[in-house]
């Protein structure tokens, strides 16, 4: 198995192409309830793309990863995210607030966030795909560090790590279905993602139009709309779809990404037309199944005239431009920056021969290698906290409820210790606590990882009997006899009394 770097190259500059294209193309209709009837830009572009935030954030990871290398965390990401990111609105804003309190991923995306269901996470997916080709596993973990800033265990962490996972494997599978079902592989069966995915792929078996497909994924999965969505077109409010629960916008909307991509086929323009015609985040469902299509085709695959309107150039929208001065400024210098951290992730995963000046041979790709192998962990991530060390990883999880403390209530909280190097070792736990803030069984003790174990957990209560204060913040140290290792782990619990 072995992708040509130039094959590899035209297939994320097809990416980028098509996310702007679609961006553009769906942006005068964005969170419009509405079935709409174009079959071009409505606009007068004058050569320029429209400014676009789905775009825009996966800049700044690129940035990122080129000033810190490819050890990507959430806790990272947070920091970049609270200083670049300049939006306020729904998940954006709730989790900007959470963050700027000190709440860390994935209870930053978790708490007092309504908006956690919503699109926010799924449209910056293409950047983990991009740079961990044919490594869906690689491109979902790292989608999921991004998705639990702002979506934490929402549907809408569902919705990026199955696109991630999705776009990366397209790198070396074509078969749209194929690539639907590698996507599924990685979230939860159950999940409003994949329920609505499935009713995507059963009105296509059964034959039915897009226009009856658009109406049933919005008869079974909708959202209610959103204040700033305006008002309703008759034909919608007529069949019901005026009401559902605010914020849960993202199963209708991977839904009809991939309705797009369906009843579009090879044809990119029907593509762009059918997605944005369904109504909905068109922006954002446009964009992403204008970079599917591009990733699965290469760049060479979509019409000159779909580009020729919008250039090549990136206009930006949500950053801080005031001091990222060193950003992508049009889609081809985004490519080459894009490719040097490919190169970097795929020797790091053993994986050159993804990367070859030879013809593209994939005849040998085995899609059911593709698949998930680790679903419980990535669903265990984005429902607490991981803090990597050197040797060890440590999983906090705050249970029900989050981090939220009541006075008088213990607050139980349980710590998973993983050993990253495979030996029995013996840990030494002591606990920093703030005045008032007690913990129990014990404040000091040991925990012991067994010989042909990789993890041990640890459970405490903690608990408070006034919390005057918003926040209230311990840390729990872990040592080791005879190493320099120390071990840091930050607990952060909030004022639940409210």
């Not at 926010?120 to 293409?126: L, N, P, V």
Request: charged share 20%; with cysteine; aromatic share 8%.
């Amino acid at each position: 198995m072995r992708l040509n770097r130039n094959d590899y190259r035209s297939k994320v500059l097809g990416c980028w192409l098509g996310k702007n294209i679609g961006g553009t193309v769906g942006a005068p209709f964005e969170w419009k309830r509405q079935v709409n009837d174009i079959s071009f830009y409505v606009q007068d572009l004058q050569g320029k793309a429209l400014p676009n935030d789905d775009l825009d954030i996966q800049l700044l990871w690129l940035v990122a990863m080129e000033e810190k290398g490819l050890d990507v965390t959430a806790h990272r990401l947070a920091d970049y995210w609270c200083r670049f990111v300049t939006p306020h609105w729904a998940e954006y804003g709730n989790a900007k607030i959470n963050m700027r309190q000190g709440v860390l991923p994935p209870l930053s995306g978790s708490m007092r966030n309504e908006y956690k269901h919503s699109c926010g996470a799924f449209i910056r997916s293409e950047i983990w795909a991009c740079i961990a080709p044919g490594m869906p596993g690689v491109a979902a973990h790292l989608a999921l560090r991004d998705a639990i800033l702002d979506h934490g265990d929402g549907e809408g962490t569902h919705a990026e790590i199955f696109m991630a996972a999705l776009e990366s494997a397209a790198f070396i599978v074509s078969d749209l279905r194929t690539l639907i079902d590698i996507g599924l592989s990685y979230i939860p069966a159950d999940c409003g993602v994949a329920k609505a995915v499935h009713t995507t792929l059963a009105c296509f078996d059964a034959g039915k139009s897009w226009l009856e497909t658009r109406d049933e994924i919005l008869r079974l999965h909708r959202g209610r709309p959103a204040p700033w969505m305006g008002p309703l077109s008759e034909r919608d409010r007529a069949l019901g779809f005026d009401t559902g629960e605010l914020g849960y916008d993202v199963p209708s909307n991977i839904a009809i990404t991939l309705l797009g991509l369906l009843w579009g086929g090879e044809d990119f323009g029907k593509v762009m037309c059918i997605t944005v015609n369904c109504g909905e985040d068109t922006d954002c469902t446009a964009a992403t199944a204008g970079s599917i299509w591009g990733i699965i085709r290469g760049h060479q695959a979509i019409p000159q005239k779909w580009i020729d309107p919008i250039g090549r150039d990136i206009v930006t929208i949500a950053l801080n431009l005031g001091e990222l001065w060193h950003l992508p400024r049009n889609v081809d210098n985004l490519t080459d920056r894009t490719e040097k951290l490919a190169r970097q992730m795929l020797i790091r995963h053993n994986a050159e021969h993804l990367w070859s000046d030879q013809p593209t041979d994939l005849s040998d790709v085995n899609p059911a290698a593709l698949r998930c192998s680790d679903l419980p962990v990535l669903q265990s991530l984005a429902q607490g906290q991981w803090f990597q060390f050197d040797f060890f990883g440590v999983h906090v999880n705050y249970g029900d409820g989050g981090a939220a403390l009541r006075d008088g209530h213990p607050k139980t909280v349980m710590f998973t210790v993983r050993s990253l190097w495979g030996q029995q070792s013996l840990l030494n736990l002591r606990w920093y606590l703030p005045e008032g803030l007690r913990v129990a069984p014990v404040r000091q003790g040991t925990l012991s990882i067994p010989a042909f174990h990789d993890t041990a957990t640890a459970t405490f209560e903690l608990t408070c009997d006034e919390m005057r204060d918003p926040t209230m913040r311990a840390v729990l140290e872990i040592t080791i006899d005879g190493r320099p290792t120390v071990m840091l782990v930050p607990v952060m619990l909030t004022n639940g009394n409210l």
